[in-house]
């Protein structure tokens, strides 16, 4: 119980100390999973809504893959992302290994899969017949897949959110395809990580409150705007 | 019946669907002016009929002609820009009153601005102007029936499709909108085609009824001289109710 105690303490005030570390590790953090998040909704929701609307043979594998992918293990992603950026691998030539570039990679690849998988859920969620309301109207093909983008836009939010969550949180492919270099490569997961490893659990303690800290602020941010758009 | 010339003429008309078919229609028009009704039992085919009209699902066979001029694939969504469809549930976005109804108006490239005015117009045609900033997810099942009259008809449209658009509303209301609905298409000289088990809505808004059967129609005439003549169990039931909605 102390040593959970004599962490808090010593976390609150590395914390409040702006430690130049901490720091350093936090913005490395938001800026790789705020990126990834941006570049598997860039991927996902296209992907989503084209999955959703379109009719093709072999649509419904392509929907259990994409569901299957919603679960993928970032340590799986980690090792097939490292691979393929090896040396001698087939995008090798990038030389990005171990630069938070290889670890943006990474979490898209695990984001993706969440932000697909929502946006189909969406947009089938939408009313049976509002997709024969809006062509009714008029709209072309493109009007058509906006406005029932924009119809799903709060359930869209929770990809958002889940995407967010699930890369700001994993630890296995960022180690990988990052390697945990201080000052390049080092995130908050990473650095929690090797900080227990040592026995450090303070400073431990101190990253995996700011973890907590910076996921919750993000989905409080969206869940603000989700109910504030939500008809009661 | 109107004499002017027809505005939709449809030959030979054949729609599968789930591989079972469901119309089979060798000649069908209305004319510019004109509204009718379609009646029949469930399962008739009125809305594979009027979803068929509107292009909106495939057809195996036959010719759409609207304005003298055959819709051909590449045409359909010029075609759909000159006329309306409301279904049975208003089918609203998410958004506020009076911008559902400037949506087609938007989709047809007006401005934010024009599209709204035009829309408030629409809006007062059906008198719930005031209902304009209110979210539409917040009305009653006849505002939003209303609302999505007021959409079909911002359009300005040149035919008006209607699938059973009062059966979700109570007996009063479906009387009120019916009234309204019979009074604004002959003011705006729309010609539509209401599919429908309502007694109210075929005798109080149209001039011609269409009894359909297996995807065909079996009886056409004036209202009075198909409900003196009923050509099966169903017209003739038809003819029996007062305002109650058929099953």
Redesign the interface.
Known sequence: MELILDGLVTALKLIFSLDRDVLEVTLLSLKVSCSATLASLFLGIPFGVFLALAAFPGRRFVISLVNTGMGLPPVVVGLFVTIFLWRNGPMGFLDILYTPLAMVMAQTVIATPIVTGITIASIQNL?A??K??V??????RL?TVW?LV??S??PLLAAVMAGFGGVISEVGASIMVGGNIKGQTRVLTTATVMETGKGNFDVAIALSLILLSLAFGVNYLLTVIQQRER?? | MSDTMPILQVEGLRIRRGGVKVIDLPRFSVAADQKVAVIGPNGAGKSSFLLGLACLIARDGGRISFNGSEVTQRDENAYRRQIAMVFQEPLLFDTTVLDNVAEGLRIRGKKRSEARELAMESLELFRIGHLAGRSAHKLSGGEAQRVSLARAFAVKPKLILMDEPFSSLDLPTRIVLAEDLGRILHESETAAIIATHDRIEALRVVERLVVMDKGTIIQEGRPSEVMENPVNAFVAAFRRTTGHTMK
Do not use: K, M, S, V
């Open positions: 009313p017949n509002l024969l309301q062509r009714a109207l008029g709209a072309t009007q406005i924009r119809e836009r709060l008809p009661r």
